[in-house]
Structure formats: structure tokens, C-alpha cells
């Protein structure tokens, strides 16, 4: 974990010690600086080209079934923002990188995934012959980088408080939620014409149908990516020896890899297999995605509380490797 002689902190200006007694910490704030420019340079065209991914696919543009699916998909997050509060390695997690990584996950993770990865992905899939997988490769693999890619200028923008590896979980279950509701929103408001009845019933079942089958998938999947990012930026030495680049960069493909496996595994489509078998597969890949998971979360919670105990986490200074 972090070592005096790898990390610096940051000393406080001066102007703080006038405003605050020794004792107390003052305010603490993104920082404002090129991985911020970059979020959202990259975030607001594209909360901008999701807005129309969402209501073009309403036939009626404006409608009882888009209030509908908004409220379900806000009942949806508020929900699960819940239950992610009550992990001990969510503490000292401040309100506005919640913001910022939901917003990047339900709006420039599906930009950049649909519009900019996957059609080259697509096409080389294509042409190496490999039919049977596109779907796997065109779900998983841009996905993953465009959420991966919001996890790291997450936690470089927010390290004054996200500055340990088990940050990266969270801001990878962050990014993971934004991404599933606004994907849920876009199927339920894509399929509510299929309802024989009505296309409120059609939006509401279609919604409550994804989240029953395969619940939190898009959340476990970046998880996993953001933990093998949080270790390649915030891991300290081992036997006073800093961390290489390369074990750094391996944690990224290690971990990164967990994650894009278990999506492609989970959007593979056996040709020739029975209905039984297809499902008995995505119970297999979901438990097996949650195991890891939950593991993961369980054994980096007591890292937190080891630390906690000593008086070191949450984080009380701003670290930066030298």
C-alpha cells in the first residue's frame, strides 16, 4: 500500500492556514486540471447525442411512456446509489463524483461505445470471419474501454478523496449503474410497441425484465476494470520497492481482462444450443461475475477497515507518486 517514500503530500497553501485551526482540513475539490478538460470535452456532446438516442426511439417523441421509463430509471438509481452507500469503501466518496460518474456512465460510455469503438470492432470481426461473436465483441469490448475510460479520469479528477486502489470499484460500480439504467430506459422505450396492449405496459415490462435478468451485470463488469485502474495508480510499494509500469499495466490487463471476458461471456450466443442450456449458461457467467465481485468488495472492505482503524482512511491528504 502507499509508502511515505513513494508518495508525496501535497503541502496546503498558505492562504488555508488562515482560514482553518491546524487541526482541521480544508475544503477539498476536483481538481481542475487536463483529465477534467478532457470529461468534459468528451461528456457533453455526448449527453446531448443521448438525449436524442432516447426520445428518437419514442415513436411519439413526448409521452406518457417516456415519463414513465424516466421514473423507473430514477427509482432504478436511487435505489441501487442506496446500497452502494452502505460499502465501507464508498466512505468519504463526496456527492459530486457520484454525479460525474453516473453522468459519464448513462451518457459518454454509450456515446463513445455505439458511435466511435464499435464500428471499427464490428468490421474487423466481420472480415476475420468471426460472425458468431460479433454481437460478444461489439457488446464487450467498446463497453469496457468507454467506461474504463471514465474510471480513470474519474479517479485522477477526484483523487483528493478516491486515492486507493478499492476506489476504483467504486467508481467502476458508479459508472456501471449510469450505464444500466439509461441502457434499460433505451430498450424499454425501444420495445413498448411490441406490447400488444399498451406501450406504457410494453416500456414497464421490458424495463423490469432487464433488471431481473442479469441484475447489475454493467456495474460487476466495470468493477472489476476500475479495480485493475485503481491498482495501477494508487498501489504503493512491496518490500520498499515502488511498483513497476509493467506490473502496474498488468493489473490493468489483468483485471480489465476479468471484465471484458465475463460481458463477452455473458453476450455469447450458443448456435445450436437448447433455450435450457443458453440459460443455464447465464446463470453460470452471472454467479460466477457476482462471486468475484462480491469477493473482491469483501476482501478490500477489511483493507479499508485495517487502515480505518489505524486512522488513515478515508484519506486525509491528496497523494501523488514521485
Not at 432504478?76 to 457520484?98: D, E, F, M, N, S
Amino acid at each position: 500500500m502507499f509508502k511515505a517514500r513513494n508518495y508525496r503530500v501535497f503541502e496546503v497553501p498558505r492562504e488555508f492556514h488562515l482560514q482553518h485551526p491546524p487541526q482541521a482540513r480544508p475544503k477539498l475539490r476536483l481538481f481542475r486540471d487536463g483529465w477534467m478538460v478532457a470529461y468534459w470535452l468528451l461528456l457533453i456532446p455526448s449527453l446531448v447525442m443521448s438525449g436524442f438516442l432516447l426520445i428518437g426511439n419514442n415513436p411519439s417523441k413526448v409521452s406518457s411512456t417516456l415519463g414513465l421509463v424516466l421514473l423507473i430509471g430514477a427509482a432504478h438509481l436511487a435505489g441501487v446509489l442506496v446500497c452502494i452507500r452502505l460499502l465501507p469503501i464508498y466512505k468519504g466518496t463526496p456527492r459530486r463524483l457520484v454525479a460525474l460518474a453516473v453522468l459519464w456512465g448513462g451518457a459518454a460510455s454509450v456515446v463513445l461505445a455505439a458511435a466511435v469503438i464499435q464500428p471499427p470492432v464490428v468490421h474487423a470481426v466481420d472480415k476475420l470471419g468471426w460472425h458468431r461473436m460479433t454481437a460478444s465483441f461489439a457488446g464487450a469490448y467498446p463497453e469496457e474501454i468507454a467506461k474504463g475510460l471514465g474510471i480513470w479520469l474519474l479517479l485522477w479528477m477526484g483523487r483528493a478523496w478516491w486515492n486507493r486502489p478499492w476506489h476504483g470499484i467504486i467508481a467502476g460500480l458508479l459508472v456501471g449503474l449510469g450505464f444500466e439504467v439509461f441502457e434499460n430506459m433505451m430498450y424499454a422505450m425501444m420495445l413498448a410497441v411490441m406490447d400488444p396492449v399498451s406501450d406504457v405496459r410494453g416500456a414497464m415490462s421490458t424495463y423490469l425484465l432487464r433488471m431481473v435478468a442479469g441484475p447489475a451485470k454493467h456495474m460487476m463488469f466495470s468493477a472489476l476494470v476500475g479495480y485493475g485502474i485503481g491498482l495501477a495508480l494508487f498501489v504503493g510499494a512491496k518490500a520498499g520497492k515502488p511498483r513497476t509500469v509493467a506490473w502496474r499495466l498488468g493489473a490493468v490487463v489483468l483485471w480489465g481482462g476479468l471484465g471484458f471476458l465475463t460481458h463477452f461471456a455473458w453476450n455469447v450466443r450458443w448456435i445450436g444450443g437448447s433455450s435450457a442450456f443458453q440459460l443455464l449458461w447465464l446463470a453460470c457467467v452471472w454467479v460466477g461475475l457476482a462471486a468475484l465481485v462480491i469477493w473482491l468488495i469483501v476482501r478490500t472492505s477489511r483493507e479499508f477497515l485495517r487502515w480505518k482503524r489505524q486512522g488513515v482512511c478515508p484519506a486525509v491528504a491528496i497523494y501523488q507518486r514521485v
